[in-house]
């Protein structure tokens, strides 16, 4: 059974700091694309970053590059997203996505998991 389980959000002051980790279980973690994608409420799902696992390579959404760090540790089959310099537009609920073939900021995955809440305080 494909389990992703993020963790890490919380409440935090504008400028913080976060790293969420997305825990993949169930299938070959580097046969895989993992993304974060991000809801606020009253609007759409948001693709925020990706990472093929094989090879490291990332995307960005343009509204967080040069503060978010997508990463992920194979030996522990968990993607990690650094968030640095959070601003209020940041907070919304933040999930992972697994997809064997599409990577991407399109919310195309296959796989989803339960997210977690950034709360980013003015």
């Known amino acids: 059974e494909v389990q992703l389980v993020e963790s890490g959000g919380g409440l935090v002051q504008a400028g913080g700091s976060l790293r969420l980790s997305c825990a993949a279980s169930g299938f070959t973690f580097d046969d895989y694309v993992i993304g974060w994608f991000r809801q606020a409420p009253g609007k759409e799902r948001e693709g925020v970053s990706c990472i093929r696992a094989s090879d490291g390579s990332t995307y960005y959404a343009d509204s967080v590059k040069g503060r978010f760090t997508i990463s992920r540790d194979s030996a522990k089959n968990t993607v990690y997203l650094q968030m640095n310099s959070l601003q209020p537009e940041d907070t919304a609920v933040y999930y992972c996505?697994?997809?064997?073939?599409?990577?991407?900021?399109?919310?195309?995955?296959?796989?989803w998991g339960q997210g977690t809440q950034v709360t980013v305080s003015s």
């Open positions: 996505a697994a997809d064997l073939v599409y990577m991407g900021l399109w919310p195309e995955y296959d796989y």
